[in-house]
């Protein structure tokens, strides 16, 4: 049996507190991932570099927001992951896409130069990734928090009563 504290940690939040919880969460990861990025690219290539951070802050990203964005309260799951794992390869593509974009534009961009424009690529790719991970990836959770914070219906099963004394002789012979 489900306590109130325990019903109330997977109610869904509002879409307002949902983003914000979303833009503290992945936009702390996002912000990390960016200087992980610019450390590990001085020692292997940018597009490998923005790979493996990209594949670790996801698992980490996607655990928070299953656990606070989205009000699931508990870990994620392989399905979850891997759902989001989708919309982080996309992101990937915007991001990679955009760096290529500015190397093509400017011979020898700076750190600073490169970080706006990352960062950028980043929040308009998270931007799409909120909504995705909300309608699809925590959908199904949403819903099914959603009935387990309704009112319990009861029902009643009405049991014939069991014949007994002359009747049973009765049927029995």
Not at 11 to 26: D, E, N, T, Y
Not at 99 to 125: I, K, N, R, T
């Amino acid at each position: 049996m489900e306590t109130a504290q325990s019903q109330q940690q997977v109610a869904a939040p509002g879409a307002f507190v949902a983003f914000a919880r979303f833009v503290l969460c992945g936009g702390g990861v996002g912000l990390a991932s960016s200087f992980a990025v610019a450390g590990l690219a001085s020692w292997i290539p940018w597009a490998l570099a923005n790979a493996l951070i990209t594949v670790v802050s996801t698992l980490l990203a996607t655990e928070l927001h299953a656990r606070f964005t989205f009000g699931k309260g508990g870990r994620a799951t392989w399905s979850q992951h891997t759902q989001s794992a989708g919309s982080a390869a996309a992101a990937y593509v915007v991001t990679c896409g955009a760096m290529f974009v500015l190397q093509q534009l400017v011979a020898a961009p700076g750190a600073v130069l490169e970080q706006v424009v990352y960062l950028s690529a980043s929040a308009l790719a998270g931007v799409a990734r909120f909504v995705v991970l909300r309608l699809v990836v925590f959908a199904r959770n949403r819903s099914r928090a959603a009935v387990a914070t309704a009112a319990p219906v009861r029902t009643t099963v009405a049991r014939a009563a069991a014949p007994t004394g002359p009747a049973v002789l009765c049927r029995a012979a």
